[in-house]
T-cell receptor, first 113, second 118 residues
Framework: DSGVTQTPKHLITATGQRVTLRCSPRSGDLSVYWYQQSLDQGLQFLIHYYNGEERAKGNILERFSAQQFPDLHSELNLSSLELGDSALYFC????????????FGPGTRLTVT | AQKITQTQPGMFVQEKEAVTLDCTYDTSDQSYGLFWYKQPSSGEMIFLIYQGSYDEQNATEGRYSLNFQKARKSANLVISASQLGDSAMYFCAMREPPGYSSASKIIFGSGTRLSIRP
């Protein structure tokens, strides 16, 4: 158990809908990272937040947004969902912004039908 | 642009043998970090080892060591005395340190599926 929690574990929704994925980092970690893992794209870095501020953006679509709250939990919002958004979404956390060690949550498996 | 290449999509190794998983990277930056992660069939991602570009010694963590050859831009993972529980997908990843670039991204290779035979 990495100490990072993600909810929900599974999510099934229809195209065009909007969902919110939630992540709670390990106690004491200030950084949260979001990743998408799909069969065709592999593991893709989406976005990094450190202590509430966005630090880096990867291959995150405009339909997706994220934020980190004062209690350091983070949410990833996915809107206007398409079939291709079906994937495993991971959250990871680290102590600082350098990410020398990142601890991953169990992931949220999103299925868009 | 940064790139990570893992050329071995799958490997079979006999239990108790050592195994080397290949990883080459491409970056024009001098300061960067390299990671290896393990993903068992259960799906979670497990951090294994980290190597900074300025670290002079190869990183080691228990049975894992990172064979870092900077001039060749390779960061191979060596697992000594393999165990059945080592069967998993292994990912090599690279990132720039924060503040070095306005686009401090993390990129992953396509992974190597390691299967340990009893």
């Amino acid at each position: 158990d990495s100490g990072v929690t993600q909810t929900p574990k599974h999510l099934i929704t229809a195209t065009g809908q909007r969902v919110t994925l939630r992540c709670s980092p390990r106690s004491g970690d200030l950084s949260v990272y979001w990743y998408q893992q799909s069969l065709d794209q592999g593991l893709q870095f989406l976005i990094h937040y450190y202590n509430g501020e966005e630090r880096a953006k990867g291959n995150i679509l405009e339909r997706f947004s994220a934020q980190q709250f004062p209690d350091l939990h983070s949410e990833l919002n996915l809107s206007s969902l398409e079939l291709g958004d079906s994937a495993l979404y991971f959250c990871a956390s680290s102590v600082g912004s350098g990410a020398y060690e990142q601890y991953f949550g169990p992931g949220t498996r999103l299925t868009v039908t | 642009a940064q790139k990570i290449t893992q050329t071995q999509p799958g490997m079979f190794v006999q239990e108790k043998e050592a195994v080397t998983l290949d990883c080459t990277y491409d970056t024009s930056d001098q300061s960067y970090g390299l990671f290896w992660y393990k993903q068992p069939s259960s799906g979670e991602m497990i951090f294994l080892i980290y190597q900074g570009s300025y670290d002079e010694q190869n990183a080691t963590e228990g049975r894992y060591s990172l064979n870092f050859q900077k001039a060749r831009k390779s960061a191979n993972l060596v697992i000594s005395a393999s165990q059945l529980g080592d069967s998993a997908m292994y990912f090599c990843a690279m990132r720039e340190p924060p503040g070095y670039s306005s686009a401090s991204k993390i990129i992953f290779g396509s992974g190597t599926r390691l299967s340990i035979r009893p």
